[in-house]
């Protein structure tokens, strides 16, 4: 279970690192940066077969324009220059198609040598069916724990061992495009009210609202997630594990009621369940819709888009008078794990521990380092990142808490239960009172 003091925690670990790093003092370099190389498993320091090996690296980043997917790249090229006997095979999936493979990978035991997984509840099944190596000794490598915010691992740990390592540590917010804001004669919401008044007048100019990729399902989720937590405040589902709370209580209902009036307002484009994660933010990035609501990862792609230097972002206002802007959905991000019976164990941690020690400067020097789940010394500012980036990076100083995301705190049968019903919304309208059965009915029935 994940508690509320803990999360706050969190939050206030990320706010502290983002508030330092984006306050600048000099372009200092960062902790593993290519500088030093040399001592974070190059050639000169791998001691690597002669025979050739191959590792699969499983992953998220298929976006040719996401700059975590051109980091990628240029780590692993690099490696395997220093490496000639190592061949690093990226299997590059959007997030929901690396979730179905995984499953089936994991089902037959042939998961790949590196794969994703996201914290605590998702990740919890696989720790338990012994799928996962402990990673403990790799962090220990070159300092590599020490790279990571304080207190950010714990949400990939069980009984003292950490199975995986994280790449981002976000907060949720809604990025908004200033020019089509002016087009359609609205401005930013500080109300739910005021959001529904501003997507029913873009909606009447032509201007699509809201860009979301609910083929994805967790998109939908995320955002329904935030809704929940300004109904009712943090930690809604902490208290329905503890039998506090039931899905039939009124903040559940309230949230239902007030996303299905996003979805009757017109708020997303056409056929918004046929669009990927990838597809969905691509509207955005390229102007064909006003608002984007996301997790802060989303940054550096908006960054390096069509719409840079058009963008701005606010926090997801208050509903009917309830919650505080200042909490926020908090996302620890996805995170690499090492398969236990990979053929290449050791070649594995030594490639993996050199990926994420030239992570952090790599990230920065491409602008997609707002939201990394690393501690980055640098000036943001001087380093030529947007006004937009420098507004997200304010954000996290502001955070005084929020909540994970539904399927990163409740089992997998009622995490799937939940998506399908809050992605069903999007194309058929149901009685908030039959929503929150559904999802009673399967909360209850995967924890018996």
């Given at each position: 279970m994940v508690k509320k003091s803990k999360m706050l925690g969190l939050a206030l670990s990320a706010a502290l690192v983002f508030g330092l790093a984006?306050?600048?003092?000099?372009?200092k370099e960062t902790q593993g940066s290519s500088s030093n190389a040399g001592n974070s498993g190059t050639a000169a320091e791998v001691k690597a077969p002669d025979k050739k090996i191959t590792i699969t690296f499983q992953n998220i980043f298929p976006d040719p324009t996401d700059p975590k997917h051109q980091i990628m790249n240029k780590l692993v090229d690099k490696?395997?220059?220093?490496n000639p006997n190592i061949k690093i095979e990226l299997d590059s999936l959007n997030t929901d198609q690396q979730k179905l493979k995984l499953k089936t990978q994991a089902a037959s035991k042939e998961?790949?040598?590196?794969?994703?997984?996201n914290p605590a509840a998702q990740m919890k099944p696989f720790v338990e069916a012994n799928l996962f190596a402990p990673l403990n000794d790799m962090l220990d490598q070159n300092g590599l724990k020490?790279?990571?915010?304080e207190g950010l691992l714990d949400w990939y740990s069980?009984?003292?061992?950490?199975?995986?390592?994280?790449?981002?540590?976000?907060?949720?917010?809604?990025?908004?495009?200033?020019?089509?804001?002016?087009?359609?004669?609205?401005?930013?919401?500080t109300t739910f009210e005021e959001m529904l008044d501003v997507v029913k007048k873009l909606k009447e100019k032509g201007i699509t609202p809201i860009a979301i990729g609910e083929k994805d399902s967790w998109t939908g989720s995320f955002l329904f997630m935030n809704m929940l937590l300004r109904t009712n405040g943090p930690g809604f589902l902490n208290d329905v594990l503890d039998n506090k709370k039931t899905f039939e209580d009124p903040a559940f209902l309230q949230a239902v009621d007030a996303f299905q009036s996003l979805v009757e307002a017109?708020?997303?484009?056409?056929?918004?369940?046929?669009?990927?994660?990838?597809?969905?933010?691509?509207l955005f990035k390229t102007g064909q819709s006003a608002m984007y609501f996301m997790g802060s990862w989303a940054t550096g792609g908006i960054e390096t888009s069509s719409v840079n230097g058009k963008v701005g972002v606010f926090k997801f206002p208050t509903i009917g008078g309830k919650g505080d802007p200042n909490e926020f959905m908090l996302a620890p991000g996805s995170a690499f794990a090492i398969s236990a019976d990979s053929k290449h164990l050791q070649e594995t941690k030594d490639f993996l521990n050199y990926f994420m020690l030239n992570f952090p400067k790599e990230a920065f020097d491409a602008k997609g380092a707002v939201g990394i789940g690393q501690i980055v010394e640098g000036d943001f500012k001087a380093a030529g990142y947007s006004d937009m980036a420098m507004e997200v990076l304010d954000l996290f100083k502001e955070v005084k808490g929020g909540d994970l995301a539904f399927d990163n705190t409740m089992n997998p049968g009622t995490a799937q239960a939940h998506l399908s019903s809050i992605q069903n919304l999007f194309v058929q309208k149901k009685e908030s009172s039959e929503v929150a059965k559904e999802h009673q009915t399967a909360y209850e029935a995967n924890n018996k």
């Open positions: 984006a306050c600048g003092g000099g372009a490696y395997e220059s220093e998961v790949p040598d590196i794969t994703v997984v020490d790279t990571f915010q069980f009984d003292g061992n950490i199975y995986a390592l994280p790449d981002g540590n976000n907060i949720a917010v809604v990025y908004y495009n200033k020019e089509l804001f002016e087009q359609g004669g609205v401005e930013v919401p017109g708020a997303f484009q056409e056929g918004a369940t046929s669009f990927d994660y990838n597809a969905g933010e691509n």
